[in-house]
Each structure stands twice: as C-alpha cells, then as structure tokens.
C-alpha cells in the first residue's frame, strides 16, 4: 500500500519556523519524484515546493523561494519541508503528494500540476499568527 504522511504542522508566530515531515511507505523514492502542495480556506491548491527523483533537483514556487527548503533522506525515505521566516500568507493545510517518474521526469517543471500525482497525503494544518 502507498502511503505518504504528513507531520510537524501547528502554531506560530509570524517570522518563525517549521519543519513538516513527509514519511513515505510503499514506494521508492528513486522513482518517486514528491511535491508539497498547500491549500488556504476558500483558495485552490498550490505547489509550494518539489523534488525530483532522478536528480533531486529542486523546485519553489515564487511566494516561498528563498524562505523554504525541500529535502529528501532516501534511506529513511522521507521527505522535508524547511519553512523559514513564515508568514500569515502561508497558513494552509499542507499536502505531500508522490508521482511515478519512472522512465520520465515530471515534478520539474510540472511541479504545481496537481492532476500529475498519484499519491497524497492527508495533510497537515500550518497556521501563522501575526
């Protein structure tokens, strides 16, 4: 079974820090390239961050480049996100979500394309007070 699950969500002041975890089961991150996605109330989801299996390249979107870091431990097979410096904007419930890059890349460029993962988690609430 493929499981992706997300941890490390909850409270904090604006300009603090988090780390989500993602632990993944099933699958391998070696051909699994991963996305963290977030969803605001009342807004569509969004790619935050991804990081591709066959190179471990990166990919942030404009509104968290420079504050968060996606990072992988393919031993432990999980995946992180470093969220520094956050702000009332980025309170969302957060999604890990994995895609088969078996044969072809997808999260880089594709990143934010929802439709191209296979695999979510059920997410896990940041919030920011300002």
């Known amino acids: 079974q493929v499981l992706a699950v997300e941890s490390g969500g909850g409270v904090v002041q604006a300009g603090g820090s988090l780390r989500l975890s993602c632990a993944a089961s099933g699958f391998n991150l070696d051909n699994y390239g991963i996305g963290w996605f977030r969803q605001a109330p009342g807004k569509e989801r969004e790619g935050a961050s991804c990081?591709?299996?066959?190179?471990?390249?990166?990919w942030h979107s404009a509104s968290v480049r420079g504050r968060f870091t996606i990072s992988e431990d393919k031993v432990q097979n999980m995946i992180y996100l470093q969220m520094n410096a956050l702000k009332d904007e980025d309170t969302a419930v957060y999604y890990c979500?994995?895609?088969?890059?078996?044969?072809?890349?997808?999260?880089?460029?594709?990143?934010?394309?929802?439709?191209?993962?296979?695999?979510w988690g059920q997410g896990t609430q940041v919030t920011v007070s300002s």
């Open positions: 990081i591709s299996s066959t190179d471990s390249s990166t």
């Open positions: 979500a994995a895609t088969d890059e078996t044969g072809a890349p997808v999260v880089i460029p594709h990143c934010g394309a929802t439709r191209n993962y296979q695999h």
